[in-house]
């Protein structure tokens, strides 16, 4: 604030200006010139007050003419006081939210001093309260080169990182923010927060759906820090997602051989088995890597939770999604993933125990049979993704007269319409993508939720993190993957079918059995074929088995089985759809069809489609589509018996080699279940040299739409109600 003057004058012309008396404190310092012409301080605040008059021309030629009759020296000396005087009215003009005033007078001192570091920084955060910022203003203000020739003492490195973060917020992929960026990471004194912020904002844009983003600044960072091990594991995932699948292998890899530390080495062979299996084409690497993660899991349970780190522990449970894509051994997989989640449960635990003590004591739920139930729905996939499309139709039929759903988007994409769709059906929904565990925690336990219901399991960092921390009296979990075996889930939703009585002596989780299937939809939107048979080079009287799933589900013992049913349908092809490297996929299936004495010119690749609905018209090119095993398909599972295509699938012991068989069931259907792999190369050469078989399961499809559980979602919903209901009674029972 502008110094007060210990004499009498001094002090009544500052009263004026504090007063917004302009004209009177002018009047004073004209009056002070006048009578001490040689006292240039009068001049640098009558300058000011023409300013704040509006007179910016008077204002100039009052300071210039104060200005002329000095020497060098002077004039230096002089425009450090006019300096001081403007930035501390500046400064008072921001104290009070005057951001226009203070915009004004913060241009006159960039005109005075345009490498004036901080005050460029305090106008482009001005700009931004005041709805004027442009990106262009970095250029023109010359602030990159500022900072690159700046002392970094001279800098306010806190008005710097918030000036950044405004910048990397309104537009990442400009030219300038990377250059800004790349400034203040190499010329800042205390560099962490910096990188803390990029890197944060990179993870925002993954949620966000913009993995291009996330690999630009996540990038950048790691060309400061080559061997930064938290740099290269979120690189190789954005890399991943953004389809840089050559460079997220070699980035994974790099980071495993920097590993040092236990949980180094599990995240380490965790990250180089993600990026090989989902490019689908190097499973051989990928079996020894997944027994070098075994092992070193193995030594990490050996340790104290207590002594692991939150933030190093946070990806652990996680990292065992993919352990059913290697075998199917439900009582081995789910033992090892029980340990983790209780190891993952003790140590979130200890860091968080004042907070779960809190959630431990529910803030103030109506404890009562009649109450309109609170039911809370947490995921990364509400949109365009197989468990939106899926979980739609419960938000359709819920009833509003005794649940209150609220929605958490744990990652969102605004400009999906299918997100949208949630948000519309929803008593209340939150965008917490940008929130981290304890304040999304905080927003469940503050909405006094009574069910919490996690629809993404393991497969959700976040989730994780805030179902272990146990916000709500109640916690579930349903549809988008195994249990997670933490022990804050009380429940998990599954069926007759895909999980058997056998199975409770695995799981920790009360399994609530759904009486007929654990989901069911009323079908889907299918649009227009782009594909045709003239278009693969394949004959109109030709057969075509289809397989369409992820590289993770890609095991090539099934793909050797489904060589087996080509070679003995003559006049088939095998219709491989869904890769990520063509090249890569192409290969692995041509080495395994030449070990299976299979042409590899009775191959055909198909990219994914562009649209979910083009996806579901060409699955009509299929005469018959081969299941994945020991992960079944569980969406496209339901697609393909919605289109009434013939499937086979090989029933297995986990939950994952299970989806195929609840559905089949469920929708009235047994022809192509196969218990063990000859009758899955049965079903499949039976459905290929069998024209009216294939018939005949296509009639009953079609016919199960009228009749099968598998399509009434409506019902479903209603006994999805029920359970919510008992589970609700049998905690009033205890509490």
């Not at 604030?1 to 504090?18: E, G, K, R």
């Not at 999304?440 to 179902?467: H, K, N, P, W």
Request: hydrophobic share 40%.
């Amino acid at each position: 604030m502008t110094s007060i003057a210990s004499n009498p004058f001094q002090q009544q012309a500052q009263h004026y200006l504090l007063q917004g008396d302009y004209d009177k404190a002018a009047a004073l310092y004209e009056q002070a010139i006048a009578q001490e012409p040689q006292l240039r301080a009068n001049y640098w605040h009558l300058g000011l007050i023409r300013l704040l008059q509006g007179q910016e021309g008077d204002a100039q030629i009052t300071w210039m003419s104060a200005m002329l009759a000095g020497e060098s020296e002077q004039i230096t000396l002089w425009t450090r006081e006019l300096l001081a005087v403007l930035q501390a009215e500046a400064e008072r003009r921001e104290t009070t939210s005057d951001w226009q005033m203070a915009w004004v007078i913060r241009q006159h001192i960039r005109e005075i001093a345009p490498e004036y570091i901080n005050n460029l920084l305090r106008l482009l955060q001005i700009s931004t309260y005041l709805e004027l910022f442009n990106i262009e203003d970095l250029a023109a203000f010359k602030l990159i080169e500022n900072i690159q020739t700046a002392s970094p003492q001279d800098i306010d490195e806190g008005l710097l990182l918030e000036v950044l973060e405004i910048v990397l917020e309104y537009d990442p992929c400009h030219p300038l923010t990377l250059e800004l960026a790349e400034a203040c990471l190499s010329s800042s004194c205390e560099e962490q927060p910096f990188f803390e912020l990029v890197m944060v904002t990179a993870e925002r844009f993954l949620r966000t759906f913009h993995p291009d983003i996330a690999v630009r600044l996540a990038s950048l960072c790691l060309r400061f820090k080559p061997d930064n091990l938290d740099i290269l594991f979120s690189l190789s995932v954005y890399q991943q997602f953004d389809g840089q699948y050559t460079e997220a292998i070699d980035t994974a890899k790099h980071y495993y051989a920097l590993s040092q530390t236990l949980v180094e080495k599990v995240l380490g062979s965790f990250v180089v088995l993600s990026s090989l299996m989902r490019v689908g084409g190097y499973w051989q690497e990928a079996c020894a890597i997944v027994e070098e993660y075994k092992y070193y899991l193995s030594l990490l349970l050996a340790e104290n939770p207590q002594m692991i780190s939150q933030h190093d522990v946070s990806n652990i449970l996680p990292a065992c999604f993919f352990l059913p894509y290697f075998q199917d051994s439900r009582p081995n997989t789910r033992h090892l993933l029980n340990r983790v989640a209780e190891f993952y449960q003790t140590s979130i635990e200890f860091h968080n125990r004042e907070l779960c003590d809190k959630y431990h004591q529910p803030k103030s739920i109506q404890l009562s049979h009649q109450k309109v139930l609170r039911i809370g729905y947490i995921s990364d996939c509400f949109r365009h993704h197989s468990v939106g499309w899926l979980s739609r139709w419960v938000f359709k039929y819920h009833n509003p007269k005794h649940f209150q759903i609220y929605t958490y988007f744990t990652k969102q994409k605004k400009n999906d319409s299918l997100y949208h769709w949630f948000v519309n059906n929803s008593y209340q929904s939150w965008d917490v993508s940008t929130l981290d565990s304890t304040g999304f925690a905080d927003r469940i336990y503050e909405d006094e939720i009574d069910i919490l219901v996690d629809l993404d399991s393991i497969t959700s960092t976040l989730g994780c993190q805030v179902m272990a921390l146990k916000p709500a009296p109640i916690q579930v979990t349903w549809l988008g993957w195994d249990a997670s075996g933490l022990p804050t889930i009380d429940y998990y939703i599954a069926d007759a079918y895909v999980l058997p009585e056998s199975a409770q002596a695995d799981y920790p989780e009360k399994i609530w059995r759904l009486p007929q299937t654990y989901i069911a939809v009323d079908g889907f939107e299918v649009g227009v074929p782009t594909v045709r048979r003239e278009d693969l080079g394949i004959p109109d009287n030709a057969v075509i088995y289809l397989t369409s799933q992820i590289g993770f589900k890609r095991h090539p013992d099934t793909i050797r089985l489904q060589m087996q049913i080509i070679k003995q349908v003559p006049n088939s092809y095998l219709v491989v759809k869904g890769f990520a490297d063509e090249k890569a996929v192409q290969q692995f299936f041509e080495q395994i069809a030449a070990q299976e004495g299979v042409e590899s010119d009775r191959l055909r690749f198909l990219p994914l489609a562009t649209t979910e609905v083009v996806h579901r018209a060409n699955l009509s090119i299929a005469d018959v589509v081969l299941d994945t095993y020991p992960y079944n398909g569980a969406t496209t599972t339901l697609e393909t018996l919605w289109m009434g295509i013939p499937l086979v699938t090989r029933v297995g012991e986990q939950f994952a080699a299970r989806n195929s068989y609840t559905m089949m069931m469920n929708a009235g259907v047994t022809a192509g279940i196969a218990w063990t792999d000859d009758e899955y190369v049965e079903w499949g050469v039976s459905f290929g040299k069998n024209p009216a078989l294939r018939q005949q399961i296509t009639w009953q499809l079609q016919q199960s739409r009228q009749t099968a559980p598998l399509w009434d979602a409506q019902e479903f919903t209603l006994e999805l109600e029920k359970a919510y209901q008992q589970m609700w009674i049998k905690y009033l029972e205890t509490h």
